[in-house]
C-alpha cells in the first residue's frame, strides 16, 4: 500500500526551465494539496484541490501552475524557474466530509541553479 | 487570516522528563487544530487532532495536546520524552468552514540523555 509518492524526490534544474513535480495517491482522496517548506517559513500552501477539475489558489501561487484531471494524481508544475523557488515540496492528501487530517508525501527537493 | 505562533524554535528536554512545545492559534470561526512531526528527509506525519469535545487530546507515540479556548492555545505534552522523540514539530489550524491548513514555523525538541 503506496498511500501518497512523489517524484522525483530530488531535482536540480536551471533557472528559466519548466519543471513538474508529480504526486499520485492511492486513497482515492478527495482533496490534495501542495506546500512548500523554507527555513523560517514553516509549510506554505501553493495550490490545493478539492476534487479532479477543481483548484483554487493557496497563499504562495505565483509561478506554479496545477491540473487535476485525475483524482490521484496532483501535479504541481514550475513554468519557469526561480532561484526564490529552490525548496522542498510536500504533496499532501485527505478524504472528504468528516476526514480531517491530511497526509503527506516524502517531499521533493528541488534546487534551482 | 487565520495563523499558528509556534513561539520556541527549540525545546531541550532531558530523557524521561515531561515536555511541552507551545502553539498558539487564530482563526475566525471554530478551530481545527493538528499537530505533526518531522523527522529528518521525511514528510509530515500525523500526531493527533482537537476537532471538538474534550480539551484533552491523545494521540500517536504518547503524546497528548490540551485545547484551551481562552488562550487560544494548543499545547503539545508527553509525561515522558525519549530520545527518539526529537524532530522537528509543527502546529497547524484551519477553520471549521475551510479548507486551508495554516502551519506553524515548526518547533525543533532535542531529548538528551
Known amino acids: 500500500d503506496a498511500g501518497i509518492t512523489q517524484s522525483p524526490r530530488y531535482k536540480i534544474t536551471e533557472t528559466g526551465r519548466q519543471v513538474t513535480l508529480m504526486c499520485h495517491q492511492t486513497w482515492s482522496h478527495s482533496y490534495m494539496f501542495w506546500y512548500r517548506q523554507d527555513l523560517g517559513h514553516g509549510l506554505r500552501l501553493i495550490y490545493y484541490?478539492?476534487?479532479?477539475?477543481?483548484?483554487d489558489k493557496g497563499e504562495v501561487p505565483d509561478g506554479y501552475v496545477v491540473s487535476r484531471s485525475k483524482t490521484e494524481n496532483f501535479p504541481l508544475t514550475l513554468e519557469s524557474a526561480t532561484r526564490s523557488q529552490t525548496s522542498v515540496y510536500f504533496c499532501?492528501?485527505?478524504?472528504?466530509?468528516?476526514?480531517?487530517?491530511?497526509?503527506f508525501g516524502p517531499g521533493t527537493r528541488l534546487t534551482v541553479t | 487570516a487565520q495563523s499558528v505562533a509556534q513561539p520556541e524554535d527549540q525545546v531541550n528536554v532531558a530523557e524521561g522528563n515531561p515536555l511541552t512545545v507551545k502553539c498558539t492559534y487564530s482563526v475566525s470561526g471554530n478551530p481545527y487544530l493538528f499537530w505533526y512531526v518531522q523527522y529528518p528527509n521525511r514528510g509530515l506525519q500525523f500526531l493527533l487532532k482537537y476537532i471538538t469535545g474534550d480539551n484533552l487530546v491523545k494521540g500517536s507515540y504518547g503524546f497528548e495536546a490540551e485545547f484551551n479556548k481562552s488562550q487560544t492555545s494548543f499545547h503539545l505534552k508527553k509525561p515522558s520524552a525519549l530520545v527518539s522523540d526529537s524532530a522537528l514539530y509543527f502546529c497547524?489550524?484551519?477553520?471549521?468552514?475551510?479548507?486551508?491548513?495554516?502551519f506553524g514555523t515548526g518547533t525543533q525538541l532535542k531529548v538528551e540523555l
Open positions: 497547524a489550524v484551519r477553520d471549521s468552514g475551510g479548507n486551508k491548513l495554516t
Open positions: 484541490s478539492a476534487a479532479a477539475d477543481i483548484t
Open positions: 499532501a492528501s485527505r478524504g472528504g466530509q468528516g476526514e480531517y487530517e491530511q497526509y
